[in-house]
């Protein structure tokens, strides 16, 4: 299995920019796709953004399309989210995830989860 810590968050304005890190152990990092996801206070978990093993595929919701991108350095052990142009409604806590596979990636079929970091974002 694969231990995944998230790291970066914290308070930033409207227009700022956020790094979020997320930092493996354990399992080979790179025999995994990966993913972010975002949970709101009184929300449901929702995709954010997802790559494949080697980075060579990025999808992302619609939601942050343009605004956020999605990386990896398998080299690292870790994976990104680089989120720029933030807006209040980004404001929630992150999680990234690695799929154990499936037909539902890459918005499902994710088996290890993060503590989160919590990302809050002022008007």
């Known amino acids: 299995q694969v231990q995944l810590v998230e790291s970066g968050g914290g308070l930033a304005q409207a227009g700022a920019s956020l790094r979020l890190s997320c930092t493996a152990s354990?399992?080979?990092?790179?025999?995994?796709?990966m993913g972010w996801f975002r949970q709101a206070p009184g929300k449901e978990r929702e995709f954010v953004a997802a790559i494949s093993w080697i980075g060579r595929s990025t999808y992302y919701a619609d939601s942050v399309k343009g605004r956020f991108t999605i990386s990896r350095d398998n080299a690292k052990n870790t994976l990104y989210l680089q989120m720029n142009s933030l807006k209040p409604e980004d404001t929630a806590v992150y999680y990234c995830a690695a799929a154990i596979g499936g037909g539902a990636w890459p918005k499902g079929d994710y088996g290890y989860w993060g503590q989160g970091t919590q990302v809050t974002v002022s008007s």
């Open positions: 354990g399992r080979t990092f790179s025999s995994y796709a």
